[in-house]
């Protein structure tokens, strides 16, 4: 008699901006840095505009590159403590209300099924780790940037944007024997297109005409989130090792938002 081969896991891969919060997480920060003094009220408001043609998907290559270099400068020389006490600190004021409900019963239905939950996004990994450990996620896959005698280097180790978020749903279905013919994945953002086609269940949030279309030629469902709502999180101190600057994320974000619509919308 032959044995049954053990049933492979199931996971549901989320986006973080967009499509489980309302804003950009990384951006939220600008703020609480110019309270520590970190920012300059001009850094800030250049952060703010980049931030803007981010969300809006109007910056052309020329001023996201400028306005990532920008930032991957100011950043540079950062003491990573110092970065990590301020985000720990005001991690709840500016992520507790901005949560979608619908996501948050999204990924409640998904662990009752017994599927792990993964959230995938290029911020940073401070911010992202301990948003996914309030909401329940069994892993966070973020941005990592290098770090050395405790000051960021402005150099970043790996880029979780675009392809590199396949990739790693991949590598981690490798580790935890996730089969991902039968797992899930949601975003709002084009640029995830290998993310949702690595999945055999895929979906996208609040889509613009682009994503929408791609969606309907590849039978992805559409979903609508609509109703923030204060989540009641009670967020851990951030690991200082394992620390990545949000605002240096967003910076390196927003320099590839442009290609939205260059993006290879069939890959």
């Known amino acids: 008699m032959t044995a049954t081969p053990p049933a492979r896991r199931v996971a549901a891969f989320f986006d973080l901006d967009k499509t489980i919060i309302a804003t950009s997480s990384t951006a939220a920060f600008s703020r609480s840095f110019l309270r520590g003094g970190l920012l300059t009220r001009g850094d800030v408001l250049r952060s703010a505009y980049a931030h803007l043609l981010y969300l809006m998907g109007s910056a052309d290559a020329a001023q996201t590159e400028r306005m990532r270099a920008h930032l991957s400068s100011l950043v540079t020389?950062?003491?990573?403590?110092?970065?990590?006490?301020?985000?720990?600190?005001?991690?709840?004021e500016h992520i507790d209300p901005?949560?979608?409900?619908?996501?948050?019963?999204?990924?409640?239905?998904?662990?009752?099924?017994?599927h792990d939950v993964v959230i995938v996004s290029a911020s940073g990994e401070e911010v992202v780790e301990p948003i996914a450990a309030a909401l329940g996620a069994d892993h966070a896959i973020a941005t990592r940037m290098s770090v050395d005698q405790g000051l960021y280097t402005g150099d970043i180790e790996f880029y979780a944007y675009g392809e590199h978020k396949a990739t790693a749903i991949r590598e981690l279905a490798d580790r935890h024997g996730y089969d991902l013919d039968?797992?899930?994945?949601?975003?709002?953002?084009?640029?995830?297109?290998?993310?949702?086609?690595?999945?055999?269940?895929?979906?996208?949030?609040?889509?613009?005409?682009?994503?929408?279309?791609?969606?309907?030629?590849k039978g992805w469902d559409a979903l609508t989130f609509t109703?923030?709502?204060?989540?009641?999180?009670?967020?851990?101190?951030?690991?200082?090792?394992?620390?990545?600057?949000?605002?240096?994320?967003?910076?390196?974000?927003?320099?590839?938002?442009?290609?939205?619509?260059?993006?290879?919308?069939?890959r």
């Open 77 to 92: 020389g950062w003491d990573v403590a110092t970065v990590s006490q301020i985000v720990a600190e005001t991690l709840h």
């Open 98 to 114: 901005v949560v979608y409900s619908e996501a948050v019963d999204l990924i409640v239905r998904h662990h009752e099924q017994g």
């Open 182 to 217: 039968a797992s899930y994945a949601y975003s709002d953002s084009i640029t995830d297109a290998p993310m949702l086609g690595a999945v055999g269940h895929a979906a996208v949030v609040n889509p613009d005409r682009t994503l929408r279309r791609l969606a309907a030629e």
């Open 227 to 266: 109703r923030p709502v204060r989540l009641g999180m009670n967020l851990h101190p951030v690991r200082t090792g394992t620390v990545l600057l949000g605002v240096a994320a967003l910076a390196v974000g927003i320099a590839w938002a442009a290609r939205r619509r260059r993006a290879n919308i069939g």
